[in-house]
């Protein structure tokens, strides 16, 4: 049996490996864990993952599984030009490595200015922390246009699908195996872990909360992009300019999703 001192390591090894190259997906973790002393198998590298919510940004079987009795939406954001704050918003979970456990980090994020609208961190991954860092986003921002997620159970449960129903958001989830449909969130989750958790080394829950605190005010008010013309992430979302996105079909048009048309403002 694993304990849980080498799990520990192992999840380290893979989140690290993870950021700074995301298409990895089962097979090659196997082969990277190897080339560092770990015996591992691909069943145990496939449950660490899972445990970790990570899948890889390329096609293929999809490690975050959703529940059979959800509902699964389609993906309606491919080639849908990004052209004004609150027209997108997205969220996603990732795995936070603390010096004797984990966490999780969930995050909305806008896609035309990249603003992180709420956040929130659990020990679990439950759909109610979710819910909370939803709601937080829509008391403080309003609501957008539409909203995109992966098929993880925790953003396609009622509870989580009925707040948007209630605010009249069109919901958009990405299709299985396309890790790059929320690629915004992804890069946030490098610069996240690269810029702070890996520099600062948290070793408990309210380590994180106050680090994270600061780091994604700095992000947001401090921090210039380069995809935003060395602009801040407010600065974009607060005037309306300098931001956007679009979403190509890096894979092809083998699946069956398309685009919904969106009013264009100049």
């Known amino acids: 049996m694993m304990t849980a001192e080498l799990e520990h390591l192992q999840c380290e090894l893979i989140d690290k490996e993870y950021t700074r190259r995301?298409?990895?997906?089962?097979?090659?973790?196997?082969?990277?864990?190897?080339?560092?002393?770990?015996?591992?198998?691909?069943?145990?590298?496939q449950r660490l993952m899972r445990l970790m919510g990570l899948v890889a940004?390329?096609?293929?079987?999809?490690?975050?599984?959703?529940h059979p009795e959800h509902k699964i939406y389609p993906y309606l954001l491919r080639g849908?030009?990004?052209?004004?704050?609150?027209?997108?918003?997205?969220?996603?979970?990732?795995?936070?490595?603390?010096?004797?456990?984990?966490?999780?980090?969930?995050?909305?994020?806008?896609?035309?200015?990249r603003k992180v609208l709420s956040w929130?961190?659990?020990?679990?991954?439950?759909?109610?922390?979710?819910?909370?860092?939803?709601?937080?986003?829509?008391?403080?921002?309003?609501?957008?246009?539409?909203?995109?997620s992966d098929q993880g159970s925790q953003f396609t449960s009622e509870v989580f699908t009925d707040v948007l129903k209630r605010e009249r958001v069109t919901i958009s989830m990405?299709?299985?195996?396309?890790?790059?449909d929320n690629i915004f969130v992804e890069r946030l989750w490098r610069n996240v872990k690269h810029e702070d958790v890996y520099l600062n080394g948290y070793r408990t829950m309210?380590?994180?909360?106050?680090?994270?605190?600061?780091?994604?005010s700095f992000y947001n008010t401090e921090r210039p992009h380069q995809a935003l013309g060395y602009k801040t992430p407010s600065a974009v979302y607060e005037t309306g300019t300098g931001g956007g996105a679009i979403i190509l079909n890096k894979y092809g048009s083998s699946d069956k999703d398309s685009g919904i048309p969106l009013t264009l403002h100049a």
């Not at 995301?22 to 590298?45: A, C, D, E, H, T």
């Not at 030009?81 to 609150?86: L, M, Y």
């Not at 929130?120 to 246009?145: K, W």
């Open 22 to 45: 995301p298409f990895y997906g089962s097979r090659k973790m196997v082969i990277y864990l190897r080339s560092l002393g770990q015996i591992v198998n691909r069943k145990r590298v």
């Open 57 to 66: 940004m390329a096609p293929g079987p999809n490690t975050s599984q959703a």
């Open 80 to 113: 849908v030009p990004i052209t004004r704050p609150n027209q997108v918003w997205s969220i996603d979970i990732t795995y936070i490595r603390l010096a004797h456990g984990f966490a999780y980090l969930v995050a909305v994020i806008d896609w035309y200015s």
């Open 120 to 148: 929130r961190i659990s020990n679990s991954m439950e759909a109610s922390f979710c819910v909370d860092c939803l709601e937080q986003a829509l008391r403080t921002h309003g609501a957008p246009e539409v909203f995109n």
């Open 174 to 180: 990405d299709g299985r195996g396309r890790a790059f």
């Open 206 to 216: 309210g380590e994180l909360t106050i680090g994270l605190t600061q780091y994604m």
